[in-house]
């Protein structure tokens, strides 16, 4: 029985920080390549803020991992992370890569953030054609 509750402490202890781990940013992002079926891994996401002087203003760069995703975008509490963004998919170098042609140097996705729940904002691509949706 000592066992037992030992390792149900273990258990929910993990997945509490697992899940505050998920917690930290309100923004993600994931990239499917629908041609092979697989994520798109290594290609840049710049983020950006449309700003009150109604310029792009540059917040964040990344790049995407070998399952496509980013995950740390806009961290909670640092500040008021409400307002108009735009996920920028630099996708010509990842075209290029797999040895494809494409008709999209890069993709814009624009979106508002009105709250503080968390925005996962994936895309699916193929040379010639991409679909977005707010996902969570």
Do not use: C
């Amino acid at each position: 029985m000592k066992n037992f509750i030992i390792l149900f402490f273990l258990l929910f202890a993990s997945s509490k920080l697992f899940a505050q781990k998920n917690e930290l940013y309100q923004l993600s992002s994931h990239i499917l390549d629908i041609t092979t079926g697989k994520p798109a891994s290594g290609v840049t996401i710049r983020l950006e803020k449309f700003s009150d002087n109604k310029t792009w203003q540059v917040v964040s760069q990344k790049t995407t991992n070998s399952d496509g995703r980013v995950g740390d975008f806009l961290p909670y509490g640092k500040m008021n992370n409400q307002g108009t963004y735009k996920l920028v998919f630099e996708t010509t170098a990842y075209f290029t890569s797999q040895h494809r042609d494409s008709f999209y140097p890069w993709i814009e996705v624009i979106f508002i953030i009105k709250d503080k729940q968390h925005y996962h904002v994936p895309i699916t691509l193929s040379s010639f054609g991409y679909s977005t949706y707010k996902g969570n």
